[in-house]
Structure formats: structure tokens, C-alpha cells
């Protein structure tokens, strides 16, 4: 069976994190799809988290991770497109709960707010959880179209 496939992508505040998180995925037996920024010059974060969307949207991969400084810009950008669902996390039971929950298909994290050790905690929990499902969270997931 071939490795599934996980999207990632920073700005120039994420880029070092994300390549840090791209092993841990390579460690764990995913496939990371890195699409950038490969270096610290700047960068918008709009453009970062359209190329991951596209990505997603496109079939390429089904879940992703967007790393700038906070995760807020990134995940803001993210969430304007239909069909994406990102969550800024700081921590593994908003992970968790991102995922059991919002089924969000998208992780935002922000290197400036966190280190490797929680940003690593909340990728391994975001992969590893699945969405409860149940009417009560689609429901209100479907009101979120
Ligand atoms: C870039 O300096 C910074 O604004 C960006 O990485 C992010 O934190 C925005 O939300």
C-alpha cells in the first residue's frame, strides 16, 4: 500500500518548522507534498495557502498543513475557499477536537506561538484522529457550506 499523501506548506515564518514537521510525517510513514516556500525570503501567506488548497482540492493530497508565524493568517486564507476546513491549533486537543468534530482537513500552526515538540504533538493527533461523525456534527458541518 503506497504512503498517503499529506500536504505542506509555510510561509517564510514557517518554513524551518515545516521542515522539521515533513520528517516527522516521513518518520510516522506519510508522504509529505511540500509546496513551498523552500527559503526564507518573504513571502504572502495568501499565496502559500491557495497552493495547498489547490492541492487538496485537486485530489493531490487530502489533508494538509499550513505553518506561518502565528497559524492565524495562514488558516484565515485557507478558510475563504469552499471545502476547507482549517483549524489553528496550539495544542493536541484542539487537534484532536479538530478533527473528532469540525473533520477539519486542514492544520494551521504558527512556529513564532509554538515549538517543534507541541507543533509535532498536534500533527500526530490530526492524523490520527477521525471525524465522530454522527448527525449532530454534520449538521452542523453541512451549515458551514
Ligand atoms: C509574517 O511576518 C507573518 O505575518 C505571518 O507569518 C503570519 O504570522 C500571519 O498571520
Redesign the pocket.
Known sequence: MSSPIVAIAA????FALKGELSAVLMDKGYQPLDLGTDGPE?VD?PDIAERLVLAIRDGRATRGVLV???????G?AANRFPGIRAATCTNATMARLARAHNDANVLSL?S?VIGFEAASDCLLAFLSTPFDGGDRHQRRIDKLG
Do not use: N, V
Open positions: 510561509d517564510h515564518a514557517g518573504s501567506y506561518c508565524g502565528t497559524g492565524i493568517g495562514i484565515i504558527g513564532r
